[in-house]
C-alpha cells in the first residue's frame, strides 16, 4: 500500500529535530517562529536535521529521481526558496507539541522543475516522544495552485483597470429594485410608465433600494469627495433635483428588459456643482436574473454640453447686443405663420445715425450704442415675445397674441426706456426709429413684416427731417 499509493509518501526521521528543540528549550527559547525569522540559517538546520526512512515510487517520479539514494544526495535541490517560509509554520507546529501538520509550500524536482505542494505530515503512534518515525504525504497542487494564480492576477488586473479607469465606475446591487419590479408585474400592471406616473413614490422608492457596493478612484475625484465612506454617506446630495426624471425613464427600459441603457443624466458634486454625465448601465453577465451586480460608467461631459449651448446659442443670437439673431427670427416668424397665437403683433426698429458715429468716431462707439439698443430692447419683452437683431441696425421685436392697442403700448414703453437709458450715458444718445404692425385675418407675416417696416422708414425720414433735431437729443421717432 506504501509503494503503490497514488500521493507521494515519506516515511522520516524526526528525532533530529527533536533534539534540537530540546536543546533551544533548555537555551531559554520561548517563542520559536520569532527564533527561527531572526536568523533563517537555524530554518535550514532544522530542515537537514531530517533523515529520510523510506520514500514510495509515486515520490521518485514526481521528483525526477531514479532511485532513493538520487533524492537523498540531492535534497538541498528539493526543499528551498520559498519552502523555508512555510516551513517555519510546521516547525511552529511540532514545537507546540502537535502531532499533526500541514502546509501549502513549494518544492522543486531534481530538474528545477518548481512543485506547489499540499503537504501533510503525522507522527506514527508509538514515536510520539522520540519522533523517529514521521509519516509525511505531498499532493502536486501546481495545477490548481497556477490556476489560483491565474485568477489571482486577472483579479488585480481587472482591479487596477477598475481603480485607474478615467471614467467615474460604480457596482451597484439593484436586486431590491427588481424585487419591487416583479412585485408590480404580479399585481397584472401591463403599463408600466402609467403606474409611475399615477405612483411617482414607487421612484423615490426605488432609489432609496440602491445599494452602492464600490466606486473607483475617478469617481471620488468626479465628485469632490476626500474617501468613500464620504460619498456614501451623501449620496442624496448626488443623486437629487433633475435626478427622479431619468432614473425614472431608467426604471421603464429594465422593465422592458433593456439590462444595457446610455442616456444623458444629472447629478451633482459634493459642493453643489452640476454635472451632465453620459451614463452607462449594464447588468453584469451571469446576474441577469437578479440584478445583483450592476456596473455604471460615467463620463463627465458637462464642458461638452456647455459648449453645445453655446455653439447653439450662437447660432440662435447676436454676439455684440445678446439678442436673438436674424436665424432666429426668420424661424420663429415661420413657426408663428403655421402655429399662431394670432393676432401677431411686429415692432421694426432702426438706430439712428449709426454709420455718422461709426465714421467720425470708429466701430467701437458704434458697437456701444448697438449694445445700448440691446440693453433697452432686452428689457422691452418676456417670453413668449422675442427682439431679434435682423441687421447692422435693424431690429424686430416679435409679440404673438398681442393686438394693435397693446403694440402701440410696447411702442411708447420704448421710448421710455430709451429716455431713461440716455439719462445714465452722458455721451452720445440712443435714438430709434419705429413702426408697429398688426397681423389681419387671414394677412401673411411677411406682409406684417413689411407694413411695420415700411412705418419705421416713414419715422425715420421723420426724424432726419425735423430741423429741430440736431441729433443729440435723445427722442425716438414713432411711425404707426
Known amino acids: 500500500m506504501f509503494e503503490l499509493a497514488p500521493v507521494s509518501l515519506w516515511l522520516e526521521d524526526y528525532s533530529g529535530l527533536r533534539r534540537i528543540f530540546d536543546t533551544w528549550r533548555e537555551a531559554g527559547v520561548t517563542d520559536l517562529r520569532s527564533y527561527l525569522l531572526a536568523d533563517p540559517d537555524r530554518v535550514k538546520q532544522c530542515s537537514g536535521s531530517f533523515r529520510i526512512v523510506k520514500v514510495n515510487h509515486k515520490t521518485l517520479s514526481l521528483f525526477e529521481a531514479r532511485d532513493v539514494g538520487h533524492l537523498v544526495e540531492n535534497l538541498g535541490l ?13 516547525l511552529v507546529t511540532m514545537w507546540e507539541g502537535k502531532t499533526r501538520f500541514s502546509s501549502n509550500t513549494v518544492n522543486y524536482t531534481l530538474s528545477g522543475k518548481r512543485l506547489d505542494i499540499q503537504l501533510n505530515g503525522v507522527i506514527l503512534p508509538g514515536y510520539e516522544n522520540s519522533w523517529e518515525r514521521v509519516l509525511v504525504s505531498i499532493e502536486d497542487v501546481s495545477e490548481r495552485e497556477q490556476a489560483r494564480r491565474r485568477i489571482l492576477v486577472a483579479e488585480e488586473y481587472a482591479r ?11 457596482v451597484e446591487d439593484f436586486s431590491s429594485i427588481k424585487h419591487l419590479i416583479d412585485e408590480v408585474r404580479d399585481r397584472g400592471i401591463i403599463d408600466f410608465r402609467v403606474f409611475i406616473d399615477v405612483h411617482p413614490e414607487f421612484i423615490s422608492r426605488c432609489m432609496s433600494e440602491i445599494r452602492v457596493l464600490d466606486v473607483n478612484q475617478h469617481t471620488l475625484e468626479l465628485f469632490r469627495a476626500p474617501d ?5 454617506l451623501r449620496l442624496a446630495d448626488v443623486f437629487r433635483d433633475g435626478m427622479e426624471h431619468h432614473f425614472k425613464e431608467q426604471l421603464i427600459d429594465l422593465w422592458n428588459d433593456q439590462l444595457f441603457q446610455q442616456r444623458e443624466v444629472v447629478n451633482y458634486d459634493l459642493d453643489g456643482r452640476e454635472l451632465t454625465l453620459l451614463m452607462q448601465f449594464s447588468v453584469l453577465p451571469g446576474h441577469e436574473k437578479d440584478w445583483s451586480l450592476v456596473q455604471i460608467a460615467l463620463t463627465d461631459i458637462s ?20 439678442l436673438y439673431n436674424r436665424s432666429f427670427f426668420v424661424e420663429e416668424l415661420n413657426r408663428l405663420e403655421r402655429r399662431g ?4 403683433t411686429i415692432l421694426m426698429a432702426d438706430l439712428n445715425g449709426l454709420k455718422r458715429v461709426n465714421d467720425q468716431l470708429g466701430h467701437a462707439a458704434g458697437d456701444g450704442l448697438l449694445r445700448r439698443a440691446g440693453e433697452v430692447l432686452g428689457k422691452l419683452v418676456e417670453k413668449p415675445h422675442h427682439v431679434a437683431r435682423i441687421g447692422g441696425d435693424e431690429f424686430a421685436v416679435l409679440m404673438p397674441g398681442v393686438e394693435q392697442e397693446e403694440g402701440e403700448a410696447v411702442m411708447l414703453e420704448l421710448e421710455k426706456l430709451v429716455d431713461l437709458n440716455n439719462q445714465f450715458y452722458s455721451g452720445l444718445p440712443l435714438t430709434l426709429s419705429i413702426g408697429v404692425a398688426t397681423s389681419q385675418a387671414e394677412e401673411r407675416l411677411e406682409a406684417v413684416v413689411s407694413r411695420a417696416d415700411m412705418l419705421m422708414l416713414k419715422a425715420k425720414r421723420a426724424y432726419y427731417a425735423n430741423a429741430q433735431n440736431d441729433r443729440r437729443r435723445g427722442r425716438s421717432g414713432m411711425g404707426r
Open 78 to 90: 528539493v526543499f528551498r526558496d520559498d519552502m523555508l517560509t512555510t516551513h517555519v509554520d510546521e
Open 160 to 170: 487596477g483597470l477598475f481603480e485607474h479607469s478615467p471614467v467615474s465606475l460604480w
Open 228 to 232: 468613500k465612506a464620504t460619498l456614501l
Open 303 to 322: 464642458a461638452r454640453k456647455k459648449a453645445e449651448a453655446y455653439l447653439e446659442y450662437l447660432g440662435k443670437h447676436d454676439v455684440l447686443t445678446k
Open 341 to 344: 397665437p394670432r393676432p401677431v
